[in-house]
């Protein structure tokens, strides 16, 4: 079974710090991996996937095959970065099922 | 486009009343689903449709049903709804079955079970 867990319910960092949100995945193929975000008051939206290998709003994540992760960084944290993170998971070609993790709460402080 | 929209924003119930949550997408995308996002639980999923007349159970799908009469809409309904239910629930889609597809979320129903 493929399982995505996001060890931190909750990170802070000050404004201008370096940001790493740990996601880490259990599953024997070739996943697919997504970062979607969530702000305050807003609908669920997707940040990146490691397919397109792109940065968005500064942050990117790099499938590391042999860790089983997909952490999303960025080196300097914004105000406007405050949000909830979620990594999620689909089991390749054929799948229908997109595993979420637990998310994790960024909060930047001023 | 609207994208996905999902009626009502609240709700509150009492213990065995039954409710349906609407969910439409106007993107004609071939996949829906439903989410139920609890604190410390993350988003699971509770059903899910590759297209209209199919649908299949998700992780969580005890105490829900739904339909797949059109493209369109994806309708969740509370048969007797229990405090156990009481979350937020997201509707989703995306084009088609492709593992690489983004997924579109609605706004979510905030739903209270008292």
């Known amino acids: 079974a493929q399982r995505v867990t996001q060890p931190e319910k909750l990170l802070s960092v000050f404004k201008g710090a370096p940001v790493e949100l740990k996601c880490n995945y259990s599953?024997?193929?070739?996943?697919?991996l997504f970062w979607y975000v969530q702000y305050s008051r807003q609908r669920l939206q997707l940040l990146l996937r490691h397919i397109s290998r792109e940065s968005i709003k500064g942050f990117t994540a790099d499938l590391n095959k042999g860790e089983t992760s997909f952490h999303l960084k960025k080196p300097f944290a914004q105000e406007e970065d405050s949000a909830m993170y979620y990594c999620a998971l689909i089991s390749g070609a054929g799948s229908y099922q997109l595993t979420f993790g637990k998310g994790t709460k960024l909060s930047v402080i001023p | 486009n609207a994208g996905v929209t999902q009626t009502p924003k609240f709700q509150v119930l009492k213990t065995g009343q039954s409710m349906t949550l609407q969910c439409a997408q106007d993107?004609?995308?071939?996949?829906m689903s439903w989410y139920r996002q609890d604190p410390g639980m993350g988003l699971r999923l509770i059903h899910y449709s590759v297209g209209a007349g199919i649908t299949d159970q998700g992780e969580v799908p005890n105490g829900y049903n739904v339909s797949r009469s059109t493209t369109e809409d994806f309708p969740l309904r509370l048969l007797s709804a229990a405090p156990s239910q009481t979350s937020v629930y997201f509707c989703a889609s995306r084009p088609d079955r492709g593992a690489s597809q983004p997924q579109h979320f609605g706004d979510g129903t905030r739903l209270s079970i008292l």
């Open positions: 599953y024997s193929g070739s996943p697919e």
């Open positions: 993107m004609n995308h071939e996949y």
